[in-house]
């Protein structure tokens, strides 16, 4: 069984500081990571996607791979109230095909 | 610009009734198609996916059925409710080729 592992939260941080949000996967074989951002009762809204080792940075946001310990994170730096929502990380098998979900951390950014 | 629709934005239904949901993509051709659920403070589970018309991949054998009729369309079908069937339906697709995937605006589904 393929699984994508988040700590499901709440993860509390004060306006203007740094969020961290983790994600682990249990498939080797996954290529492509994304996180998506999802607003009560709203659809989910893709943040970023990473596919190679390392950082990527994109505004506020970076995404952290380090594929030989499974690990995905992101970073969001000057954390904002409107970035109070889950986070979902997502791993897409190698054929593009299908992608498996993680549960979703919930942000709170307090003003 | 591509823009994926659905409907209804939310349903209610007795248990026992059937069920038919709508997705369609513009603006793209040929897009891999996905039907997920999420339950409520739950993740994403996919339910059903597409690679093309008439091809569908089933992950989660239930009660439901998903076809593609047309290659921007997707159906998820019920022939009789659960009350485990209530959730957040979610439409998503990718163009062909690449794997960056995008959400449509979902359905609230309530069985009673």
């Known amino acids: 069984q393929k699984e994508v592992e988040q700590n499901s939260g709440p993860l509390s941080v004060p306006e203007g500081a740094i969020a961290s949000l983790n994600c682990t996967y249990s498939?080797?074989?996954?290529?492509?990571f994304f996180w998506y951002r999802q607003y009560s009762g709203k659809s989910p809204e893709l943040i970023m996607f990473?596919?190679?080792?390392g950082d990527k940075e994109d505004g506020r946001f970076t995404a952290q791979l380090n594929k030989a310990s499974q690990y995905v994170s992101l970073l969001i730096r000057d954390s904002q109230p409107s970035d109070s929502a889950t986070y979902l990380c997502?791993?897409?098998?190698?054929?593009?095909?299908?992608?498996?979900f993680g549960s979703g951390t919930k942000l709170n950014v307090k003003p | 610009s591509q823009t994926i629709h659905q409907w209804p934005a939310t349903l209610v239904q007795p248990v026992g009734s059937p069920l038919s949901l709508e997705c369609t993509v513009e603006?793209?051709?040929?897009?891999?198609l996905y039907w997920y659920r999420q339950a409520a403070g739950r993740g994403l589970q996919l339910l059903f996916y597409?690679?093309?018309?008439?091809?569908i991949s089933s992950e989660v054998p239930q009660n439901l059925s998903a076809s593609r009729p047309q290659d921007r369309q997707f159906i998820l079908s019920s022939k009789k409710l659960l009350l485990s069937d209530s959730g957040f339906y979610l439409c998503?697709?990718?163009?062909?080729?690449?794997?960056?995937?995008?959400f449509g605006p979902g359905t609230r589904l309530t069985v009673l």
């Open positions: 998503a697709w990718i163009r062909g080729g690449t794997d960056t995937q995008y």
């Open positions: 498939d080797r074989g996954s290529q492509s």
């Open positions: 990473i596919y190679s080792n």
């Open positions: 997502a791993a897409g098998e190698d054929n593009f095909n299908k992608f498996y």
């Open positions: 603006g793209t051709s040929n897009p891999n």
């Open positions: 597409s690679v093309g018309i008439g091809q």
